[in-house]
């Protein structure tokens, strides 16, 4: 029961250079999400996806693109990284039930510095 | 104003203490309410949900719900200090599919 496995864990990358970040759910969750935290900002939200085949902005988009590939994987792509997007990004699926949204299980982490 | 807003701490309580960690939200409509512990390094685990107004326990953890008042806590009854980490209340408001969540407030429990 792997639950929510992101990769990689750790990348270095240099202005400018792209990368995409993978994220797998094996919980059959509708939900998905990518979150940055940085210190004394807490958890931020990039994009989710509420459903396979939607995506939708959060509340710090730019420089980003996701893809919802299929039920279980949601990659986060920087097309063109910069020193302000150094930062721990984690990917969290859920379940919703009648009107309420699940409580997110959350994938260990990607630590992304931007030289 | 932020959605959620929590006191960052840090907070240091005796090892055998209650450790009091308190969440005001902005969204007087707000549905869901949760508790994440993340340790140093670590993502964030679910500790704790609530979803109506009054006391919810499990084992030494109890979550409180002021509607209200729109605030929620939560107690954690003889703290140890492997409870010691970053406590992250969260907040699903009545539109939407997601949880604003508050910076943390650090816990540290002293042996």
């Known amino acids: 029961n792997a639950g929510v496995t992101q990769t990689p864990k750790f990348q270095v990358l240099k202005t400018g250079q792209s990368m995409t970040l993978q994220c797998a759910q094996d919980?059959?969750?509708?939900?998905m999400y990518w979150y940055r935290q940085d210190p004394g900002m807490g958890l931020r939200l990039i994009y989710y996806?509420?459903?396979?085949?939607?995506?939708d902005k959060g509340e710090v988009p730019n420089g980003y693109n996701v893809s919802r590939l299929n039920k279980r994987e949601f990659s986060l792509r920087l097309e063109s990284a910069a020193p302000s997007q150094t930062s721990v990004y984690f990917c969290?699926?859920?379940?919703?039930?009648?009107?309420?949204?699940?409580?997110?299980?959350f994938g260990s982490g990607t630590r992304l510095t931007v030289v | 104003q932020k959605e959620v807003e929590q006191n960052s701490g840090p907070l240091s309580v005796p090892e055998g203490a209650i450790a009091s960690l308190n969440c005001t939200y902005s969204?007087?409509?707000?549905?869901?309410f949760f508790w994440y512990r993340q340790y140093s390094g670590k993502s964030p685990e679910l500790i704790m949900s609530?979803?109506?107004?009054g006391d919810k326990e499990d084992g030494r953890f109890t979550a409180q719900l002021n509607k209200a008042s729109q605030y929620v806590s939560l107690l954690i009854r003889d703290s140890q200090p492997s409870d010691s980490a970053t406590y992250l209340c969260?907040?699903?408001?009545?539109?939407?599919?997601?949880?604003?969540f508050g910076t943390g407030t650090s816990l540290t429990v002293i042996p």
């Open positions: 609530i979803y109506s107004n």
């Open positions: 996806s509420a459903s396979e085949g939607t995506t």
């Open positions: 969204d007087r409509v707000s549905q869901s």
């Open positions: 919980m059959n969750h509708n939900s």
């Open positions: 969290a699926s859920s379940s919703t039930g009648g009107f309420y949204l699940y409580g997110y299980t």
């Open positions: 969260a907040v699903n408001p009545h539109t939407g599919n997601q949880f604003y």
